[in-house]
């Protein structure tokens, strides 16, 4: 981070962090559409492919509308290096794989985004890299018991899409340094205008920028940002691939080359990304930039819309269940105000009676559409059991407490009174 911009304030860094031009060069961040990019000799190419000089040479690795975007997305959460990645998805299985080879092993709260879930569960065990669940809520002795000898991070998720849990930082944070391992939070819902997980010990912080970031449904990406404050050396034996000579750059040590705040993320642009090439599109990472720059403002309105209609909700005897974590009767609502104090998103989930009362009421929305999605400007609502969580018997869909009669509901930035009227009409 340009120490310029340290001591700025979020709301200035969402506008004007990062990309800073040079005299007579272009005010917005430029969107370099090259595939490859031009070196007078060989020998200064070599350079770059030894990792002894810094440059671009192929945007599968590296592009410099991409660099300017993350190093917004790194100012904004306080860390030292940032990435985009093509997707929430890749940026999710980077920060894992880049720390866990087979053979290993890590901790998440079970509570986090379903494909996630699926990823860790499913295509990861595949990898011969195992994951335990942990309940979010767990004690400081049960979230100890789950780890192994074979341990190398603790995964969770700020506010966990659709749940709406609110993850306690400080505890999975100060598990995972009396193991040795670092913890990576998914800070997607609050963004850090309202959260900003390293201040509270998070290691490593990804994001979907796909939802509030970009935050008008246009652009499907990922980042993710190191605090360059784990010290990967101290426990050399656990993390191989940052702490020993990579065949592939003759012998580059990660660590000892590019230290506490370079190692984490140089190793995953000139490993993961090389060879599996999830890169952002320039054009994407330029409209995400677009959204980045009013993310502050948007924020507090999402907050404002999802604590209105979670109030309607909250008083309205048709709902058996609302979901909130803003709402003084939430179960989280203590965690909230010592991470959030001042609101985390503005996506509100809420029970009705059963399935058909559910669809009933999405089919009578008329400002809210029925998407996959959530977090962008436009309000929009899901019913889980009949989409994302279709395969589940409605006993399977209590147990994973996405009931039948679920609404999630992404509040937009419309006017809170044609929102609150919207979902009134189609309760009644
Ligand atoms: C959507 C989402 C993801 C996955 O992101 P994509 O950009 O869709 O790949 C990960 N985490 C959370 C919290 C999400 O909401």
């Not at 059991?385 to 589940?392: D, F, K, S, W």
């Not at 409605?394 to 009931?403: N, S, T």
Request: glycine share 8%; net charge negative.
């Amino acid at each position: 981070m340009s120490d310029q911009n340290k001591n700025l304030s979020t709301e200035t860094k969402c506008v004007q962090g990062g990309y800073r031009p040079g005299n007579g060069e272009p005010r917005q961040v430029p969107i370099i559409q090259s595939t490859t990019f031009k070196y007078d000799t060989c020998e200064d190419m070599g350079k770059l492919f030894d990792l002894e000089a810094a440059g671009y040479f192929y945007t599968r690795l590296q592009n410099p509308t991409n660099d300017n975007v993350a190093a917004k997305i790194a100012e904004l959460e306080g860390g030292s290096a940032g990435m985009l990645t093509s997707s929430g998805q890749a940026a999710s299985f980077f920060s894992v794989f880049n720390i866990c080879e087979c053979g290993d092993h890590f901790i998440s709260s079970a509570s986090i985004y379903g494909g996630t879930f699926n990823l860790f569960a499913v295509t990861m065990k595949k990898m011969g890299i195992e994951v335990t669940f942990v309940d979010p809520d767990c004690t400081e002795e049960e979230l100890n018991a789950a780890f192994k000898e074979n341990t190398k991070a603790v995964f969770g998720e700020t506010i966990a899409n659709p749940a709406l849990t609110v993850l306690d930082i400080e505890k999975f944070a100060n598990a995972a340094h009396a193991h040795g391992v670092p913890l990576i939070v998914d800070n997607t819902f609050p963004t850090p205008v309202n959260c900003r997980p390293i201040e509270w010990g998070a290691d490593i912080v990804i994001h979907s920028t796909t939802k509030y970031m970009d935050g008008h449904g246009a652009a499907v990406g990922g980042a993710i940002v190191d605090s360059g404050r784990f010290d990967w050396m101290a426990h050399a034996d656990k993390f191989p691939g940052l702490t020993t000579p990579d065949d592939s750059y003759h012998g580059v040590t990660f660590a000892e080359r590019f230290g506490l705040e370079g190692a984490f993320i140089t190793k995953c642009t000139t490993t993961l990304m090389r060879d599996l090439g999830s890169i952002q599109a320039p054009q994407n990472a330029y409209l995400l930039n677009l959204g980045l720059e009013s993310l502050h403002v948007r924020m507090k309105r999402h907050v404002e819309n999802g604590m209105a209609v979670a109030e309607l909700l909250a008083g309205n005897p048709k709902v058996k269940k609302v979901s909130y974590p803003g709402l003084k009767s939430d179960k989280y609502y203590d965690l909230m105000q010592k991470y959030m104090p001042n609101g985390g998103c503005g996506v509100v989930s809420f029970e009705l009676d059963g399935r058909d009362a559910a669809l009933d009421f999405m089919k009578k929305l008329k400002l809210a559409f029925i998407e996959t999605h959530v977090a962008d400007a436009r309000t929009c609502c899901l019913n889980p059991a009949t989409t994302t969580h279709r395969q589940l018997s409605d006993e399977q869909l209590e147990a994973a407490g996405v009931p039948a009669g679920l609404v999630r509901l992404s509040c937009g930035l419309e006017a809170t009174q044609d929102i609150l009227a919207d979902v009134e009409q189609a309760l009644s």
